[in-house]
Nanobody, 129 residues
Framework: QVQLVESGGGSVQAGGSLRLSCEAS????????AGWFRQAPGQEREGVAA????????YYLNSVEGRFIISRDNAKRSLYLQMNSLKPEDTAMYYC???????????????????????WGQGTQVTVS
């Protein structure tokens, strides 16, 4: 059974940094689409960053580009989101997601908006004050 488990959330002051981790079990994450999404209270979920775990290509939400970095360690079956220069508007529950399909056919914008992510973690809270 495929599972994703996030960690690394917390409370931080504006301008600070956090690193989120997502560990996969039951699947390799070596040739998949994977991403980080967030949802603030009363708002719709939005894609933050996504990666093709095979070739490492990435795509970011405009408002986080230059501040957030998505990466993966295929050997550790893990996905990461390094978040720098955090702002209060980054406050949300953050979720990792992956396809576990063995291929990532998407590129660029489609990594965030054109992929059916079938597997989701339980979320980790990020609060910026």
């Amino acid at each position: 059974q495929v599972q994703l488990v996030e960690s690394g959330g917390g409370s931080v002051q504006a301008g600070g940094s956090l690193r989120l981790s997502c560990e996969a079990s039951g699947g390799s994450l070596s040739r998949d689409c994977a991403g980080w999404f967030r949802q603030a209270p009363g708002q719709e979920r939005e894609g933050v960053a996504a990666i093709d775990t095979g070739d490492g290509s990435t795509y970011y939400l405009n408002s986080v580009e230059g501040r957030f970095i998505i990466s993966r360690d295929n050997a550790k079956r893990s996905l990461y989101l390094q978040m720098n220069s955090l702002k209060p508007e980054d406050t949300a529950m953050y979720y990792c997601a992956a396809t576990f399909s063995g291929v990532c056919p998407a590129y660029g914008w489609a990594l965030l908006h054109g992929v059916q992510y079938n597997y989701w973690g339980q979320g980790t809270q990020v609060t910026v004050s």
